[in-house]
């Protein structure tokens, strides 16, 4: 079951990644959308490596 939810949060957290990482690269800087985005690029690497300490943790486990 932790191996479906790391999975998951490894897809989730790539495509938040993603997808506001070009936001934030398109937005100028100073504004609202930009502060958005680049704290949503932040809360995408947290999703993506706890997605991805899932995924290693079931590996290991017998």
């Known amino acids: 079951m932790l191996l479906v939810v790391g999975r998951f949060g490894l897809l989730v957290g790539a495509f938040l990644t993603l997808t506001s990482a070009l936001t934030t690269v398109l ?6 959308e930009f502060v958005i985005s680049a704290l949503t690029v932040v809360i995408g690497l947290v999703v993506l490596s706890l997605g991805l300490l899932a995924v290693v943790l079931e590996r290991k486990s017998p």
């Open 27 to 32: 937005t100028p800087p100073g504004t609202a």
